[in-house]
């Protein structure tokens, strides 16, 4: 059977409804740097990236620590049913549940907290950052992921959406439906984040791949490989083909590259070359990462244009319109 890929997903129902939830204009934009007085700095993938950092900046500017700004931001996109990879409506597993993986890191701490196969709490980004701040630990999985959940206060629900619903019955129906015992598809909220004063944070939340194997767990609820902050080089984060990029700990790649002396953009090219140097059939895969280092530069790029990223950036005070990342093939 073939694998579903994103483009086929886009135009799926479930793509249609993700497009549609944020209509913003698009420009190709170059990466200025900025210097560390200019305060906070995000960076979030895709197009609803706008809304997750507008709530982020404000709970920054109300007194919320870069931590508790990262996690309200991604929460509005966990909480947005139109957002069909992420959180709440989020597209479910082959048996129909919802199964949702994320996790946030503290560069100054040098912490993370993740969790990953959670059912039935649509805010999984808030309960990775009770794992930092409640538990020695730092990854809770499925059941006792769930279980912590309730402990903390989480309420339980139903994340499956009529919509969701819909797309699940529509793939299950057709015989020919496309599986994932060979290969697969998704996408991810990935922020990055800075103070201006070089403390770093770096967070992500997906559903997943739709239709996943129950129980796969990839890149985005991995510390290194969909998130990773150190404030001593910046902060990473992953989106698209969650399966390969944690083969190559994206993250932790990318942050190390820069604190080797590698700029926010010449790291994210370098991972996605070296993957497609490894092997070359990841030259055609669906992968992109966003990088930003401690004094607020960005750096983005998609692997091709089957997958190619839009981002959004917020600083002096504002967002930018959305913008295209370059592709590295
Ligand atoms: N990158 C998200 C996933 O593959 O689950």
Not at 190 to 202: I, S
Not at 228 to 251: E, F, K, Q, R, V
Not at 290 to 298: D, P, S, V
Request: aromatic share 6%; proline share 5%.
């Amino acid at each position: 059977m073939e694998p579903i890929d994103r483009r086929d997903f886009m135009r799926s129902v479930a793509g249609t409804a993700a497009l549609a939830a944020a209509d913003l204009p698009v420009t190709a934009t170059p990466q200025p740097a900025l210097s560390s007085s200019s305060g906070l700095v995000l960076l979030t993938t895709w197009q609803w990236g706008g809304k997750a950092n507008e709530r982020a900046a404000e709970v920054f500017h109300s007194g919320g620590t870069l931590l508790d700004a990262v996690e309200r931001g991604i929460n509005v996109i966990e909480d947005d049913p139109k957002v069909m990879t992420v959180g709440y409506g989020g597209v479910p597993n082959a048996d129909g549940v919802v199964e949702l993986d994320a996790a946030i890191m503290d560069g100054t701490r040098h912490r993370a907290g993740s969790v990953c196969s959670l059912h039935m709490i649509k805010n999984p980004i808030s309960v990775a950052r009770q794992v930092i701040e409640q538990t020695s630990h730092t990854t809770l999985a499925g059941e006792g992921a769930f279980l912590f959940a309730l402990k903390m206060g989480f309420q339980p629900q139903q994340l499956l959406t009529p919509e969701s619903l819909e797309v699940w019955m529509k793939w299950k129906a057709n015989p020919n439906r496309k599986t994932f015992w060979l290969k697969e598809n998704h996408d991810t909220i990935g922020m990055t984040a800075t103070d201006g004063k070089g403390h770093m944070v770096a967070g992500c939340s997906t559903s997943g791949l739709a239709f996943k194997i129950p129980g796969r767990v990839a890149d985005s609820s991995l510390v290194g490989c969909g998130v990773y902050a150190d404030d001593n080089a910046g902060a990473a984060s992953a989106t698209g083909n969650g399966d390969l990029m944690t083969n190559y700990c994206t993250s932790i790649s990318i942050v190390s590259a820069m604190s080797r002396g590698a700029s926010p953009q010449e790291a994210c090219e370098e991972i996605l070359r070296h993957m497609a140097k490894t092997d070359p059939k990841n030259r055609y895969a669906q992968c992109a990462v966003i990088a930003m280092n401690n004094r607020g530069e960005l750096g983005n790029a998609s692997m091709n244009d089957t997958m190619r990223l839009r981002y959004a950036v917020w600083r002096n005070g504002r967002n930018e319109p959305i913008a295209e990342s370059p592709t590295v093939y």
